[in-house]
Antibody, heavy 119, light 110 residues
Framework: QVQLQQWGAGLLKPSETLSLICAVY????????WSWFRQSPGKGLEWIGE???????NYNPSLKSRVTMSVDKSKNQFSLKLTSVTAADTAVYYC?????????????WGQGTLVTVSS | VLTQTPLSSPVTLGQPASISCRSS???????????LSWLQQRPGQPIRLLIY???NRFSGVPDRFSGSGAGTDFTLKISRVEAEDVGVYYC?????????FGQGTKVEIK
């Protein structure tokens, strides 16, 4: 059974950098895209971006200037960094797996990490 | 932009429910596929994939869930709502970047 386990700092001050890691247990790492999403309190889902096993990325233009994703194939992990956070970045952040041959098929999700930005 | 209706759907147990997802532009990809999926978010549970490419039911999803549509108009149907179906349902498109979601439809029991 595939499991995505994510972790990272849950409380940040404005201007700090959000850093999250998602570890993939089970399954192939190279047959999927690996994505990050977020959900602001009481709101819907927002796609942040994706990365493949070679490190190729696509980012949401609304966040592109502040986002960096990376992959560590040796550990079956991928990560998200978001710089210069503000209160507007307070959200639950999710990692997820997407089937390459069925785009939009986000078939496995992490448990979510609440990140709060507050001075 | 993906627009879901209704935003709230009170349903009697055993009765059907239907959620519409309308796109402001065609979701047909240049490869001929339409990458429109449906996700379920239940309280305290991981987000779950229900349907991908309009109508393909994901592994383990009960057959009371079905997806249909084409181009810009899509529908998720639950043939007979059960208590475990309470939650928020999202359509998501992966034809274009950035991926975008509908606002979500909350299904609750009357």
């Amino acid at each position: 059974q595939v499991q995505l386990q994510q972790w990272g700092a849950g409380l940040l001050k404005p201007s700090e950098t959000l850093s999250l890691i998602c570890a993939v247990y089970g399954g192939s790492f190279s047959d999927y895209y690996w994505s990050w999403f977020r959900q602001s309190p009481g709101k819907g889902l927002e796609w942040i971006g994706e990365i493949n096993h070679r490190g190729g990325t696509n980012y949401n233009p609304s966040l592109k200037s502040r986002v960096t994703m990376s992959v560590d194939k040796s550990k079956n992990q991928f990560s998200l960094k978001l710089t210069s956070v503000t209160a507007a970045d307070t959200a639950v952040y999710y990692c997820a797996r997407e089937i390459i041959v069925a785009r939009g098929a986000f078939d496995n999700w992490g448990q979510g990490t609440l990140v709060t930005v507050s001075s | 932009v993906l627009t879901q209706t209704p935003l709230s759907s009170p349903v009697t147990l055993g009765q059907p429910a239907s959620i519409s997802c309308r796109s402001s532009q065609s979701l047909v990809h240049s490869d001929g596929n339409t990458y429109l999926s449906w996700l379920q978010q239940r309280p305290g549970q991981p987000i779950r994939l229900l349907i991908y490419k309009i109508s393909n039911r994901f592994s383990g999803v009960p057959d009371r869930f079905s997806g249909s549509g084409a181009g810009t108009d899509f529908t998720l149907k639950i043939s007979r709502v059960e208590a475990e179906d309470v939650g928020v349902y999202y359509c998501v498109q992966a034809t274009q970047f950035p991926r975008t979601f509908g606002q979500g439809t909350k299904v609750e029991i009357k």
